[in-house]
């Protein structure tokens, strides 16, 4: 049985992520994509729960993720402290302390968060729980789906036959 959590912002130990380091160690992408997270709660871990709650930090010049949708779940950024630039499908639109972002499941969510300040940009981020999650990437045509521990990526361009090889 679960029960409840608090942290605080100012007290929680984050883990630094760098996805250049990981998906890029030659540095051929031109943006960098780099940021400290605490992860809140997940029930990704145990199973339990609804909600994704993560505390990240990006310094400046960094990006979140790159600019992607979400097809199985919705998303919500609180900005703590700093000012950022939210890409969309509408446009890139500032966002600053004390901004909520509801983020939906369609064409209308693709998102990245970018800090263009001289200061860190905290933010909350809240998803719902998804057991699989189809994830569009507009700028690449790359397509990542992310089912029962599998994670793998593709290009859009690459569709075969529904029955190709049965």
């Given at each position: 049985m679960r029960d409840i959590i608090i942290k605080n912002v100012k007290d929680a130990g984050y883990e630094g992520r760098?996805?250049?380091?990981?998906?890029?160690?030659?540095?051929?992408?031109?943006?960098?994509?780099?940021?400290?997270?605490?992860?809140?709660?997940?029930?990704?871990r145990n199973g339990e729960?609804?909600?994704?709650?993560?505390?990240?930090?990006?310094?400046?010049g960094k990006s979140n993720y790159p600019y992607h949708r979400h097809f199985g779940k919705e998303e919500a950024f609180y900005i703590i402290s700093g000012e950022a630039v939210l890409k969309t499908s509408k446009g890139e639109i500032t966002v600053k302390e004390g901004d909520v972002i509801v983020i939906p499941p369609n064409e209308n969510g693709g998102h990245m968060l970018t800090n263009v300040s001289d200061v860190p940009v905290i933010?909350?981020?809240?998803?719902?729980?998804?057991?699989?999650?189809?994830?569009l990437y507009p700028d690449s045509g790359n397509v990542r789906v992310l089912a029962g521990g599998m994670q793998k990526s593709f290009k859009l361009d690459?569709?075969?036959?529904?029955?190709?090889g049965e």
């Amino acid at each position: 049985m679960r029960d409840i959590i608090i942290k605080n912002v100012k007290d929680a130990g984050y883990e630094g992520r760098n996805l250049n380091r990981f998906y890029d160690p030659d540095g051929v992408h031109k943006r960098s994509y780099e940021f400290s997270k605490n992860e809140v709660y997940s029930p990704y871990r145990n199973g339990e729960g609804q909600l994704t709650v993560n505390f990240y930090t990006l310094m400046p010049g960094k990006s979140n993720y790159p600019y992607h949708r979400h097809f199985g779940k919705e998303e919500a950024f609180y900005i703590i402290s700093g000012e950022a630039v939210l890409k969309t499908s509408k446009g890139e639109i500032t966002v600053k302390e004390g901004d909520v972002i509801v983020i939906p499941p369609n064409e209308n969510g693709g998102h990245m968060l970018t800090n263009v300040s001289d200061v860190p940009v905290i933010y909350l981020d809240i998803d719902t729980y998804s057991a699989s999650d189809v994830v569009l990437y507009p700028d690449s045509g790359n397509v990542r789906v992310l089912a029962g521990g599998m994670q793998k990526s593709f290009k859009l361009d690459s569709e075969v036959n529904y029955l190709d090889g049965e």
